[in-house]
């Protein structure tokens, strides 16, 4: 089984700048395609952006220029760094892996989410 924890959120003033952390952990054998998420109260999950294993990026419109996604595939963590944040991106944060585990099955998995708040 395969388990992500997100951690690094919290309470920003707008214009500020968190990094959030993913780490996957338990049986897998790779992990191809990671992403971030998120989710405002009221509002449908929205994918903010994604990276392949070799690196490959793809972000949201909303973050384009303000948010960058990494990944050390050696110690199974992906990254968002978030700047300039508004108001608009406050949301809980939801860390997403695909992948294929020891036994060739493939798996997709999600974190527990952390919350990023923005507000003065």
């Known amino acids: 089984q395969v388990q992500l924890a997100e951690s690094g959120g919290g309470l920003v003033q707008p214009g500020g700048s968190l990094t959030l952390s993913c780490v996957v952990s338990?049986?897998?054998?790779?992990?191809?395609?990671m992403a971030w998420y998120r989710q405002a109260p009221g509002k449908q999950r929205e994918l903010v952006a994604t990276?392949?294993?070799?690196?490959?990026?793809n972000y949201a419109d909303s973050v384009w220029g303000r948010f960058t996604i990494t990944r050390d595939n050696y110690k199974n963590t992906a990254y968002l760094r978030m700047l300039s944040l508004k108001p608009e991106d406050a949301a809980v944060y939801y860390c997403?892996?695909?992948?294929?585990?020891?036994?060739?099955?493939?798996?997709?998995?999600w974190g527990q989410g952390t919350q990023v708040t923005v507000s003065s």
């Open positions: 997403n892996a695909h992948g294929v585990d020891p036994e060739r099955t493939t798996f997709n998995s």
């Open positions: 338990g049986r897998f054998f790779t992990i191809n395609t």
């Open positions: 990276i392949t294993r070799g690196g490959s990026t």
